[in-house]
Every structure is written in C-alpha cells, then in structure tokens.
C-alpha cells in the first residue's frame, strides 16, 4: 500500500514560510494499492485541497472516513473539487452521533457556509458508523473507539490482507490513567488497532514538557506514541497531527530526537510504501 500524506497538521491550518517543510495542511491521509491512485481517504482537513490536484479535474470515485467531525478533521470537504463534481461518487463515513449529514450540516451550512453536505454536486452518501470491521474500496478496515474530547472519535486499522496501518490522528489516552509513562495506558482498543501494524499513524501534538498544561485539550505526545508502537509490535510509526505553532525549526529539533528507523515526523507531500 501506498501512504500518501497531504495534511499532517493539527487544530487549524498553518500558513506561511516558517511552517513550509512539514507543512501547514490540517489532516488528510490517502491510501491506495501500490502505484494506483488512492480511493480511500482518511479525514477531510485543509490537506484535501492538495489530494484534489493529484486528480487534475478528473472525479473522485471513492470513500472517505471521519475520524471525527472536529473543524480541522472536515473543513477541506466545501472545497473539495473532485467531490464537488457532477460526475463524483463518495462514500463518506463518520462515527455515529446522530443522522449524518444532519450532524455535519452543524458546521456546514448558512450561515457559517454557503451550502450544506447536500449542496455537494455528485453522489453522496452519507453513513453513521459503529465500531466494527467492514471493507471499503477493496480494503478490510476496522473501526473502535478512542478518547478524544469534544464528541465520539474513532481510530482505524486498515489492511489489504498483507499489510496494514493503523491510524489515531486524536488520541487522549490519559483520561484513563496516567499510564506507564504518565501519558495514558496503552489501553485496549490502541493495541488492537496497533497490533503488528506495518504502520502507526498517531497524535503527537504536545511535547512532555507542553503536555501537563495542554493535556484537556485532547492530544498526545510523541513518547506515548512510540511507546504504543513498541507496546503494540508496530514496525514503524508516523509522529502526526503537530501543533500549528510548531514551526519548521522546531520540528527539525523534534525530528532530531525521535526519528530513528521505526521513527518518523510527518512531512506534508510525502508518500510512504508499506
């Protein structure tokens, strides 16, 4: 599978020449078969906008999963070109909270935008999701529950039947225990979604050192995901979602510290093969 990375930041999108080499999108995620182009997407950030251009006009013929409806996680999909197509079919599926298009019409629609999800040109459907495991776009994904604030959040396994990425793009382990490194518990759900995992996608926004005073916000720490990693028998793991105030040079210092050959700090607009 081929990993591709158009929208590695967190909360709200980061302009400007200081954020360029990581990059300022908010997340988005591709994975397609090896040199084919991807049809599953995983959340729908400003990162979207740079997924559009590798179509070049053409439609988007695929699906996308909400790992939840936070603004960062959704805001690219208005702007979405090839969904907003005539020609475009989407499967787009979030975690069940209510009728869906309903629910997501809350941040999209008058007066804070000028259309609702049923504005979109194309077909669009529109799924509450259960936990569960199903199989979209050719591939097996396995869906669960994980703490996030701020509404019901879901992390994702997805695997072609001979590799797999897990995917916890938000993730507040602690508030159910502080864990053995005093981030959170490696609790059940992260290890059955990590587990063997050729890749692990997670939050990292906060550093330790930030962690204690931002910890209500939801987020994790670079150490808890490498410790996930390890907990879980993950090969390699992505340090993801980073903090919209972290700029290039202290991403550098933070890549500095962590990356390794399992390690890696996420770059806007590079691909990955696992």
């Not at 997670?202 to 931002?214: K, P, R």
Request: proline share 8%; hydrophobic share 35%.
């Amino acid at each position: 599978m081929d990993v591709h990375l158009f929208g590695v930041r967190g909360s709200r999108p980061a302009p400007g020449p200081e954020f360029a080499a990581f990059g300022g999108h908010t997340s988005c995620v591709a994975i397609g078969r090896d040199g084919e182009t991807p049809g599953l997407l995983l959340d729908a950030g400003s990162g979207l906008v740079r997924f559009a251009a590798l179509l070049d006009r053409l439609p988007f013929r695929g699906t996308i999963l909400l790992g939840h409806l936070h603004w960062d996680h959704t805001h690219g999909l208005p702007f979405f070109s090839p969904g907003d197509h005539p020609d475009a079919e989407v499967d787009l599926f979030m975690p069940a909270q209510g009728e869906p298009a309903e629910v997501l019409a809350r941040a999209m629609s008058p007066p804070h935008f000028p259309i609702g999800p049923d504005g979109l040109r194309g077909s669009w459907t529109f799924h509450a999701l259960e936990p569960g495991t199903f199989e979209v776009e050719g591939l097996g994904i396995t869906a669960l529950e994980i703490p996030h604030k701020g509404g019901r959040t879901y992390g994702y396994r997805v695997s072609d039947g001979t590799r797999a990425v897990a995917y916890l793009s938000d993730h507040n382990p602690s508030v159910l225990g502080s864990g053995p490194g005093g981030f959170g518990p490696y609790h059940e759900a992260a290890l059955r979604l990590a587990d063997g995992v050729d890749l692990l996608i997670h939050d990292a926004q906060y550093t330790a050192e930030e962690y204690e005073v931002l910890r209500h916000n939801g987020h994790s720490t670079p150490d808890y995901a490498v410790g996930l990693a390890e907990a879980s028998g993950a090969r390699r793991v992505l340090l993801f979602h980073h903090d919209p105030q972290r700029r290039d040079t202290e991403l550098a210092r933070l890549a500095e510290e962590f990356e390794s050959d399992t390690v890696t700090v996420a770059r806007e607009g590079s691909t990955l093969r696992v």
